[in-house]
């Protein structure tokens, strides 16, 4: 009989990163506000956690990033206005972010990477197991990635992080796993992780992407850890301890996603990203994929 383990209720959404990649547009706007299609990404995210039932949502934040608040919070003068113009559409899509989810915020202070911004949340997280979310992935609503994996951390315990193969010339850019079978399917038990390892020296081309469902004992390890690369502490050195040391609060396995998942991180993907969810849009695709076929003809 399969061993049930504690319910996941709590998101966090690490959001406390600088954008450079994407400056200037993101000297004064957060990046996790810069708009894919008509929404800011991070709304994606946040639906994301709500429709895999996670209603709280913890948003780990720094300076200059009081519009992530204020997006999810009420704006009366403006639904205002909307209401006195009749506009009932745009006073829905407005409201909808307000709605959403019960947000909490916490500041990083000093950004010392993905790991440290996960301990930050000890505090409201507590000793249950929880999600966290990067902004930079955004997952296809239709594939239901983060279902699954707290599905997997409910039955097996431990943690479980999301895998997807790239093209080995690619595993440099991502944190990979060394993994073995765990009974077929979409799940493997990882052994081993290493953050950004030389294509010669990586275990698989299994790449970390930006999804986990965490056992509250990483955060003693986080503790623990010391900065690695780029000086930061990497959430990778604290799930290697846990994959090797299953006494420490472990095992990990991880969930390999063969799905849609939009990277916008990077400059050309969040292009790519943003003209793939509108083409399938139904108020905007049949335009759009009417223009993009005129374009791309007199391009080429």
């Given at each position: 009989?399969?061993?049930?383990?504690?319910?996941?209720?709590?998101?966090?959404?690490?959001?406390?990163?600088?954008?450079?990649?994407?400056?200037?547009?993101?000297?004064a706007?957060?990046?996790?506000?810069?708009?894919?299609v008509?929404?800011?990404?991070?709304?994606?995210v946040?639906?994301?956690?709500?429709?895999?039932?996670?209603?709280?949502?913890?948003m780990?934040?720094?300076?200059?990033?009081?519009?992530?608040?204020?997006?999810?919070?009420?704006?009366?003068?403006?639904?205002?206005?909307?209401?006195?113009?009749?506009?009932?559409?745009?006073?829905?899509?407005?409201?909808?972010?307000?709605?959403?989810?019960?947000?909490?915020?916490?500041?990083?202070?000093?950004?010392?990477?993905?790991?440290?911004?996960?301990?930050?949340?000890?505090?409201?997280?507590?000793?249950?197991?929880?999600?966290?979310?990067?902004?930079?992935?955004?997952?296809?609503?239709?594939?239901?990635l983060l279902?699954?994996?707290?599905?997997?951390?409910?039955?097996?315990?431990g943690?479980?992080?999301?895998?997807?193969?790239?093209?080995?010339?690619?595993?440099?850019?991502?944190?990979?796993?060394?993994?073995?079978?765990?009974?077929?399917?979409?799940?493997?038990?990882?052994?081993?992780?290493?953050?950004?390892?030389?294509a010669?020296?990586?275990?698989?081309?299994?790449?970390i992407?930006?999804?986990?469902?965490?056992?509250?004992a990483?955060?003693?390890?986080?503790?623990?850890?010391?900065?690695?690369?780029?000086?930061?502490?990497?959430?990778?050195?604290?799930?290697?301890?846990?994959?090797?040391?299953?006494?420490?609060?472990?095992?990990?396995?991880?969930?390999?996603?063969?799905?849609?998942?939009?990277?916008?991180?990077?400059?050309?993907?969040?292009?790519?990203?943003?003209?793939?969810?509108?083409?399938?849009?139904?108020?905007?695709?049949p335009?759009?994929?009417?223009?993009?076929?005129?374009?791309?003809?007199?391009?080429?």
């Amino acid at each position: 009989m399969t061993q049930s383990h504690p319910r996941i209720t709590k998101a966090v959404i690490p959001a406390a990163g600088l954008g450079t990649r994407f400056l200037p547009a993101t000297k004064a706007t957060p990046k996790e506000m810069l708009p894919v299609v008509d929404k800011p990404a991070i709304q994606y995210v946040v639906e994301e956690a709500v429709t895999a039932g996670l209603s709280d949502v913890l948003m780990i934040t720094g300076r200059n990033k009081r519009p992530l608040e204020d997006h999810f919070d009420r704006n009366y003068e403006l639904e205002e206005a909307l209401v006195k113009k009749g506009d009932l559409d745009r006073l829905d899509k407005v409201q909808e972010s307000n709605d959403l989810a019960t947000m909490h915020y916490v500041r990083q202070g000093d950004p010392r990477g993905l790991g440290h911004a996960v301990l930050c949340a000890e505090p409201h997280v507590g000793d249950q197991p929880f999600a966290v979310l990067l902004g930079d992935d955004l997952i296809d609503p239709r594939d239901p990635l983060l279902a699954r994996m707290m599905e997997v951390q409910e039955q097996q315990g431990g943690s479980v992080i999301a895998l997807m193969e790239v093209d080995p010339s690619q595993i440099h850019l991502y944190g990979c796993a060394a993994v073995e079978p765990a009974g077929g399917g979409d799940v493997v038990k990882v052994t081993d992780l290493v953050e950004k390892p030389d294509a010669a020296d990586a275990p698989s081309n299994y790449a970390i992407i930006g999804r986990y469902v965490l056992d509250p004992a990483v955060f003693e390890i986080l503790r623990q850890t010391k900065p690695g690369r780029g000086g930061e502490i990497q959430i990778t050195d604290a799930l290697q301890m846990l994959a090797k040391d299953e006494s420490a609060g472990g095992p990990v396995h991880g969930v390999v996603f063969k799905g849609r998942r939009y990277d916008t991180g990077d400059r050309g993907d969040y292009l790519r990203a943003i003209v793939r969810l509108a083409c399938e849009r139904e108020d905007l695709g049949p335009e759009f994929r009417t223009w993009l076929r005129s374009y791309v003809t007199e391009e080429m």
